[in-house]
T-cell receptor, first 115, second 114 residues
Framework: GAGVSQSPRYKVAKRGQDVALRCDPISGHVSLFWYQQALGQGPEFLTYFQNEAQLDKSGLPSDRFFAERPEGSVSTLKIQRTQQEDSAVYLC?????????????FGPGTRLLVL | QQQVKQSPQSLIVQKGGISIINCAYENTAFDYFPWYQQFPGKGPALLIAIRPDVSEKKEGRFTISFNKSAKQFSLHIMDSQPGDSATYFCAASNSGGGADGLTFGKGTHLIIQP
């Protein structure tokens, strides 16, 4: 079956623009995570969904970041008024485990460059 | 506060040799310790994972050694091959305490020389 897919794969935005990043998890996976990976660094947790409920958003760096998963499947990470420091790869992962403690399957990521 | 410390930052190993990457954690609530492999332009892919009830887990050429008292775990790649050249991340999570995602180390860039 298909893995986790993300779109777009690359996004260039001018500073101040809003962007929306999409994640299609593996079908039937309950848990969905968003991570931010800066160049040369490990991924850092942003937020977690169990079905449509956002149970943890403690990793979101500012109130410019917003995520949703309205029907418990596809998720969108939105960044408002982008800043240069938002430039990174945004990874989505899904897991069949209720708490995400088991295998998390990662998508290829969306590389965001803010000019 | 970096909760998972990984070393070395980069590693060069000859083909056929053993690659060893080490990680140390601080949060004693962590109970799931996976290793991920990442190639350029790709997302991380799970390689092998361990829970603290065992001290070692082996899958093919990959072995995790776990020392609960020292709060350390390591990845050993036996008979390293050029195709193993990638960035490796250790990670940890508290799978039973609610969903807080994985905490990753900063990564090790591994190069296997032919």
């Amino acid at each position: 079956g298909a893995g986790v897919s993300q779109s777009p794969r690359y996004k260039v935005a001018k500073r101040g623009q809003d962007v929306a990043l999409r994640c299609d998890p593996i079908s039937g996976h309950v848990s969905l995570f968003w991570y931010q990976q800066a160049l040369g660094q490990g991924p850092e947790f942003l937020t977690y969904f169990q079905n449509e409920a956002q149970l943890d958003k403690s990793g979101l760096p500012s109130d410019r970041f917003f995520a949703e998963r309205p029907e418990g499947s596809v998720s969108t990470l939105k960044i408002q008024r982008t800043q240069q420091e938002d430039s990174a790869v945004y990874l989505c992962a899904s897991s069949s485990d209720r708490f995400g403690g088991e295998t998390q399957y990662f998508g290829p990521g969306t590389r965001l460059l803010v000019l | 506060q970096q909760q998972v410390k990984q070393s070395p930052q980069s590693l060069i190993v000859q083909k056929g040799g053993i690659s060893i990457i080490n990680c140390a954690y601080e949060n004693t609530a962590f109970d799931y310790f996976p290793w991920y492999q990442q190639f350029p332009g790709k997302g991380p892919a799970l390689l092998i994972a361990i829970r603290p009830d065992v001290s070692e887990k082996k899958e093919g050429r990959f072995t995790i050694s776990f020392n609960k008292s020292a709060k350390q775990f390591s990845l050993h790649i036996m008979d390293s091959q050029p195709g193993d050249s990638a960035t490796y991340f250790c990670a940890a999570s508290n799978s039973g305490g609610g969903a807080d995602g994985l905490t990753f180390g900063k990564g090790t860039h591994l190069i296997i020389q032919p």
